[in-house]
T-cell receptor, first 110, second 113 residues
Framework: GAGVSQSPSNKVTEKGKDVELRCDPI?????LYWYRQSLGQGLEFLIY????????KSGLPSDRFSAERTGGSVSTLTIQRTQQEDSAVYLC????????FGEGSRLTVL | AQSVAQPEDQVNVAEGNPLTVKCTYS??????LFWYVQYPNRGLQFLLK??????LVKGSYGFEAEFNKSQTSFHLKKPSALVSDSALYFC???????????FGKGNQVVVIP
């Protein structure tokens, strides 16, 4: 919604494989967030980028998770050696005081 | 630390009746408060926000919310619910100077025809 584009919309992978999830945010917004939504759970903060500042990685659940943002625009969330508990919807958001979310990437780890 | 509590898992209401979705929060300093709605297999859509000013905030689709500082609440309301309002509703808070938005676990609203 509101111009934030995420891909893939659905990803099914085998346990142990690496996955990359992409977020193409609204242009002009310097802030970018990744959240994770697991079944029956709320939204879990993962990582926050703001301009050229060092990202706030405090929400990443393990060192298998990493994210980067190139040129202050597109962001990629990488999960290495996926586990079944990584299955969730991964949401990207940008904005100012209020956040605008993408449709999410649904990850299923078999 | 900042947190949000949405005490009810599911809210059932008959079409045409008033709808209330409860939210209480905990934050240091002045809060920025938000409501989002999520339809099945969709991302979150922004409904309304409280930053400062009038305690009663009006938002999209006829929704409104009232900020109550003494009760640390920000309940979402709609005078007359529609079947199309059936969705998952999230309350969120951010403290002044804090970068991240803390979400509640969400409330499933079911509007019965």
């Amino acid at each position: 919604g509101a111009g934030v584009s995420q891909s893939p919309s659905n990803k099914v992978t085998e346990k142990g494989k690496d996955v990359e999830l992409r977020c193409d945010p609204i242009s002009g917004h310097t802030a970018l967030y990744w959240y994770r939504q697991s079944l029956g759970q709320g939204l879990e903060f993962l990582i926050y980028f703001q301009g050229n500042s060092a990202p706030d990685k405090s929400g990443l659940p393990s060192d298998r998770f990493s994210a980067e943002r190139t040129g202050g625009s597109v962001s990629t969330l990488t999960i290495q050696r996926t586990q079944q508990e990584d299955s969730a919807v991964y949401l990207c958001a940008t904005g100012g005081r209020e956040l605008f979310f993408g449709e999410g990437s649904r990850l299923t780890v078999l | 630390a900042q947190s949000v509590a949405q005490p009810e898992d599911q809210v059932n209401v008959a079409e045409g009746n008033p709808l209330t979705v409860k939210c209480t929060y905990s934050v240091s300093g002045n809060p920025y408060l938000f409501w989002y709605v999520q339809y099945p297999n969709r991302g979150l859509q922004f409904l309304l926000k409280y930053i400062t000013g009038d305690n009663l905030v009006k938002g999209s689709y006829g929704f409104e919310a009232e900020f109550n500082k003494s009760q640390t609440s920000f309940h979402l309301k709609k005078p007359s619910a529609l079947v199309s309002d059936s969705a998952l509703y999230f309350c969120a808070v951010r403290g002044y100077g804090n970068n991240r938005l803390a979400f509640g676990k969400g409330n499933q609203v079911v509007v019965i025809p």
